[in-house]
């Protein structure tokens, strides 16, 4: 359809008065109409008084459209006529609609941008100076103040919103700040008159849009020493505005405390700290404001909360910018001492805000981030300026723990609350408590007396009403909980009152709530228990308590495994209790599945340090029935339940493995993931390449006795292999099956080679069955670990011919077409390459030390995988090809193999650059051509210069100057 005036007419039309179906077509015409060469012609027809308000809107934001994407297509000879037009079609509209003069506005400003300086260099002069009264007397003196603000208005946000070439913007800015003078003193002049009492709509309008233009410019960057008049007119507009009902409903004090914002948070505004603390002198006089607002509050009236968020939001923000500044002012006395000083007691009332948040309030959680940059800048300070912050400010923080105290504490009941209020109020709660740890930083021991203080007095009262009170004792211990991480581990006056008072909560009366901060407190200091055993016996019974409780287990479990982890060889004392325990918990049913897993955390580590019998006994009562059921799971056909089943003590059972050790572990070996939810089957737990040490065995009484976890994986291998026949094509199955069996390994390194044979029948047969990555994951650990064992060379030789065979077979249906089903194998081959690349960096003689492995069909493989969308396949295979290519000079079969089809290699790797893959590639694929420039660099040289000479290759875009530069490049 052609692009006239009547069309776009009754596109216009269509667009606003007709279905969603038939507004898209309309959408997707008038966008095109818009982007047309005869935009230019229509837009004028389209502007015509006669039209509708919906057509003009549409020609104006066309117009203004044209003029940003579309100025190239503009002949410099027609700019003057341009800007004519321009004019004319403002004044015109100079009474509305005012959507429409707006959007004229706007496109004038992006005509000013690309005429300055050179077409237009005394722009802003000449509208200042056309825009007068005088010169329009057809239109009312406020009328023509308001359009002429509202172009300069929009002029610096047109600028910081284009896309000028970086010199050319540069240009602008300087032509745009040379006219910051004439700008400033006509809103001065603006500002200086009384609208306070006039009834003139129009009058209120040039008084709010002179603000708004402030701080348009302001957000440019103006001199802050050219502001402080701006500055005195701005504050007086937001009193101003608070005291008219007219002015106030026009927005007018947010406009003003928003320019006042900017000209205070400016990024040049260091370079003036005099002023800056003037002006701060100019800006305290509007916590009046907060206090008059808070009155009404108490009254009948609720007051102008978001009133009073913008002026703290103020305040913040100017000490936020420049705090190091405030702090240098409280060195020396005077008024600008006490400026600061009131300033920090006004944010500290901002996070004292009445009311509960989110519920009743939402300010209290601006000042937080203000807290954490003064407590930084002052750590910062040198020592002796420290410890007078610290003598000034900690009152301060003192307060501000209180206020913390108060407002961290839970409603007493959320049953109201939306999901969306209660996540509000976990993320609020998370941030107090990292205040906590600033205070910390400031107030040290003072804090945790004073926490210390709370805590017993919440105790009392809730000894004599825990309704009422438990509220405040919960938020005393999450304080406590807070800082976990911060006190010192030597501290020994404190935390042990506050670790008894544990054992003194009275928890049959308290909320649920109390109970699982206390539990997490725990948790939290785990570390430092380590250093104080002692107080064990006043935490154990609290979170074996906590086991037989759902709603508690989820803390209970988690600091128990926090626990035992840094406490494990003082844990023997406790084991009985918390082994009787865990298996109640365990057999109660009421534990979720992440629970339990980590219940075997817990458990695996609390009976590694008794006697081998003790463990074995233990391990008959607690760990024998989940055998037997798994075995009788695996006999059922397969289901939901019967998934989650053999999931559930597949998963228990990796755990145990990974814990359950009664030799000393290596410094390279890590802790398992037993994080909430964590899927045990993607563990990726980190063992020892090499095997223990005589040495490190014999530092164990153990060592000459045989480690549980071999009984145990003796037992349940056929069962494994019961698992593998039915569930073979389930991933989530086989991930817990290969996770098992890989942290048993981690856990008995060479005391697992007896069974080595049975581990690796079974990971083989269930590879062939089903390639899977989980199966890859176990497999490299095996070829890592007993690679260079002379013993073990015969099956990890086979182990790899396998896995290469079974996975080249699996990935090749259509390995010359990438962008098909390779891409369903990108998991596969992630882990596929990855596995080849550590066996090449590590060992590379197993790869040429038996027969039966295609290296020129894992070389092929690697190269056709470098084009996969998926990047993690592409940079493992990057990764094996580099150790190859790295390797070839020193292993002949290498070198073989790299000379044969290295120039497919490139051939790929050029295709890739020239656009088959996305940038973010580039990186990985540039390792390869440095990798073959290292060690066929002549090879490299040759297989280049015959690719770049074939016409359009590997892209048409590229000239033949642009590729022999390029080849120059890699080989240089």
């Given at each position: 359809m052609e692009f006239t005036a009547e069309n776009l007419e009754r596109a216009v039309a269509q667009f606003y008065h007709t279905d969603a179906a038939m507004q898209a077509q309309a959408h997707q015409w008038l966008t095109a109409a818009q982007a047309s060469p005869e935009a230019w012609c229509f837009v004028w027809e389209l502007l015509h008084p006669s039209k509708s308000a919906e057509v003009q809107f549409f020609a104006a934001t066309t117009l203004h459209t044209k003029l940003v994407k579309s100025w190239h297509q503009v002949p410099p000879e027609q700019y003057t006529s341009l800007k004519k037009q321009l004019l004319e079609a403002i004044a015109s509209y100079c009474l509305g609609p005012k959507i429409v003069l707006n959007r004229l506005c706007i496109a004038l400003?992006?005509?000013?941008?690309?005429?300055?300086?050179?077409?237009?260099?005394?722009?802003?002069p000449e509208l200042l100076a056309t825009l007068q009264p005088s010169n329009l007397p057809t239109i009312p003196p406020e009328r023509t103040a308001w359009i002429l603000l509202e172009i300069l208005t929009v002029l610096p946000e047109e600028f910081q919103s284009s896309h000028l070439a970086q010199t050319q913007k540069g240009l602008v800015r300087n032509e745009l700040q040379k006219n910051i003078p004439q700008v400033l003193s006509l809103l001065e002049n603006i500002l200086a008159t009384d609208t306070s009492t006039s009834n003139n709509e129009t009058a209120?309008?040039?008084?709010?849009?002179?603000?708004?233009?402030?701080?348009?410019?302001?957000?440019?960057?103006?001199?802050?020493?050219?502001?402080?008049?701006?500055?005195?007119?701005?504050?007086?507009?937001?009193?101003?505005?608070?005291?008219?009902?007219?002015?106030?409903?026009?927005?007018?004090?947010e406009s003003a405390l928003d320019a006042l914002s900017n000209m205070a948070t400016h990024p040049d505004t260091h370079k003036y700290p005099s002023t800056c603390l003037r002006l701060l002198a100019k800006l305290l006089p509007l916590h009046q404001i907060i206090q008059a607002q808070h009155q009404q509050r108490e009254g009948v009236d609720q007051g102008d909360q978001e009133l009073v968020s913008s002026i703290y939001s103020l305040f913040i923000s100017l000490a936020e910018s420049h705090s190091r500044l405030l702090l240098d002012s409280l060195l020396n006395e005077g008024e600008d001492k006490s400026n600061v000083l009131q300033l920090i007691q006004l944010i500290l009332q901002c996070s004292n805000s009445p009311g509960v948040y989110p519920i009743q309030e939402n300010t209290s959680q601006l000042a937080l981030g203000f807290w954490y940059i003064l407590q930084d800048d002052i750590i910062a300070s040198e020592p002796e300026q420290f410890h007078l912050y610290v003598a000034l400010l900690s009152p301060v923080y003192r307060a501000l723990a209180e206020v913390m105290l108060h407002k961290s504490m839970l409603p007493a009941a959320e049953d109201a609350w939306s999901s969306e209020e209660k996540e509000l109020l976990r993320c609020y709660r998370q941030d107090i408590a990292d205040t906590m740890m600033y205070c910390y930083s400031i107030l040290r021991d003072n804090l945790l007396e004073l926490l210390h203080g709370k805590l017993e007095e919440a105790l009392e009262k809730c000894n004599s009403d825990s309704r009422i009170w438990w509220r405040s004792l919960e938020s005393c211990l999450h304080a406590f909980q807070a800082i976990a991480e911060c006190v010192d581990i030597d501290e020994s006056r404190h935390l042990p009152?506050?670790?008894?008072?544990?054992?003194?909560?009275?928890?049959?009366?308290?909320?649920?709530?109390?109970?699982?901060?206390?539990?997490?407190?725990?948790?939290?200091?785990?570390?430092?228990?380590?250093?104080?055993?002692?107080?064990?016996?006043?935490?154990?019974?609290?979170?074996?308590?906590?086991?037989?409780?759902?709603?508690?287990?989820?803390?209970?479990?988690?600091?128990?495994?926090?626990?035992?982890?840094?406490?494990?060889?003082?844990?023997?004392?406790?084991?009985?209790?918390?082994?009787?325990?865990?298996?109640?918990?365990?057999?109660?049913?009421?534990?979720?599945?992440?629970?339990?897993?980590?219940?075997?955390?817990?458990?695996?580590?609390?009976?590694?340090?008794?006697?081998?019998?003790?463990?074995?006994?233990?391990?008959?009562?607690?760990?024998?029935?989940?055998?037997?059921?798994?075995?009788?799971?695996?006999?059922?056909?397969?289901?939901?339940?019967?998934?989650?089943?053999?999931l559930l003590r597949l998963k228990m059972l990796s755990m145990l493995f990974a814990t359950l050790d009664i030799k000393p572990r290596t410094e390279n070996e890590t802790e398992p993931d037993v994080s909430e939810g964590s899927d045990m089957?993607?563990?990726?737990?980190?063992?020892?390449?090499?095997?223990?040490?005589?040495?490190?065995?014999?530092?164990?009484?153990?060592?000459?006795?045989?480690?549980?976890?071999?009984?145990?994986?003796?037992?349940?291998?056929?069962?494994?292999?019961?698992?593998?026949?039915?569930?073979?094509?389930?991933?989530?199955?086989?991930?817990?099956?290969?996770?098992?069996?890989?942290?048993?390994?981690?856990?008995?390194?060479?005391?697992?080679?007896?069974?080595?044979?049975?581990?690796?029948?079974?990971?083989?047969?269930?590879?062939r069955l089903q390639p899977h990555a989980a199966a890859l994951d176990l497999a490299r650990q095996f070829l890592v670990m007993y690679g260079k064992d002379r013993s073990q060379l015969p099956l990890m030789e086979s182990l790899l011919r396998e896995v290469c065979s079974v996975t080249i077979m699996a990935c090749s249906g259509n390995s010359n077409n990438p962008g098909?089903?390779?891409?369903?194998?990108?998991?596969?081959?992630?882990?596929?390459?990855?596995?080849?690349?550590?066996?090449?960096?590590?060992?590379?003689?197993?790869?040429?030390?038996?027969?039966?492995?295609?290296?020129?069909?894992?070389?092929?493989?690697?190269?056709?995988?470098?084009s996969l969308p998926e990047a993690p396949a592409v940079k493992a295979a990057t990764s094996f090809l580099v150790n190859f290519v790295s390797q070839s000079r020193e292993l002949a079969q290498l070198l073989t193999v790299v000379q044969a089809c290295g120039e497919e290699l490139v051939q790929r790797l050029l295709r890739c650059i020239g656009g088959e893959s996305p940038r973010s590639a580039m990186e990985h694929l540039s390792d390869i051509l440095l990798a073959m420039n290292k060690k066929h660099c002549d090879n490299l040289c040759r297989w280049l210069q015959q690719a770049i000479h074939q016409d359009g290759f590997p892209s048409p875009r590229a000239s033949r100057e642009h590729k022999e530069q390029f080849v120059k490049m890699v080989l240089k």
């Open positions: 400003s992006a005509y000013v941008l690309h005429t300055l300086p050179v077409h237009w260099p005394n722009a802003v209120v309008e040039v008084t709010r849009q002179a603000v708004c233009c402030a701080g348009s410019w302001l957000q440019l960057g103006v001199p802050l020493p050219d502001c402080e008049k701006l500055a005195d007119h701005l504050v007086a507009a937001v009193f101003t505005s608070t005291a008219s009902p007219q002015l106030h409903q026009t927005g007018l004090a009152r506050f670790l008894e008072a544990l054992h003194r909560l009275p928890y049959h009366q308290l909320d649920t709530r109390v109970v699982i901060t206390a539990l997490e407190a725990v948790g939290a200091y785990a570390e430092w228990i380590n250093a104080h055993p002692s107080v064990l016996s006043h935490v154990i019974p609290l979170l074996v308590t906590g086991l037989g409780s759902a709603d508690l287990a989820p803390a209970a479990t988690m600091a128990l495994k926090d626990l035992t982890r840094d406490c494990q060889t003082s844990m023997a004392p406790f084991a009985h209790h918390i082994l009787q325990a865990s298996q109640e918990a365990l057999r109660g049913e009421k534990l979720k599945l992440g629970e339990c897993v980590r219940l075997m955390y817990t458990v695996g580590r609390v009976l590694a340090v008794l006697p081998v019998d003790s463990i074995m006994n233990y391990l008959n009562q607690l760990l024998m029935p989940y055998v037997e059921e798994l075995q009788y799971l695996v006999t059922l056909e397969p289901s939901a339940a019967a998934k989650a089943g053999i089957g993607t563990s990726t737990t980190t063992v020892a390449t090499q095997p223990r040490t005589q040495q490190q065995s014999s530092a164990s009484g153990n060592n000459d006795q045989v480690q549980p976890v071999f009984l145990v994986l003796q037992r349940i291998l056929p069962v494994m292999q019961a698992i593998v026949e039915k569930w073979y094509t389930d991933t989530h199955v086989m991930q817990a099956v290969c996770s098992a069996l890989k942290h048993a390994l981690a856990t008995l390194l060479d005391d697992c080679k007896p069974l080595v044979p049975e581990m690796l029948d079974l990971l083989v047969k269930s590879y098909s089903s390779l891409s369903d194998h990108a998991d596969l081959l992630e882990a596929f390459f990855n596995l080849l690349a550590q066996i090449l960096k590590k060992n590379p003689q197993l790869f040429v030390s038996g027969d039966g492995i295609d290296l020129a069909a894992l070389f092929h493989c690697g190269t056709v995988t470098l």
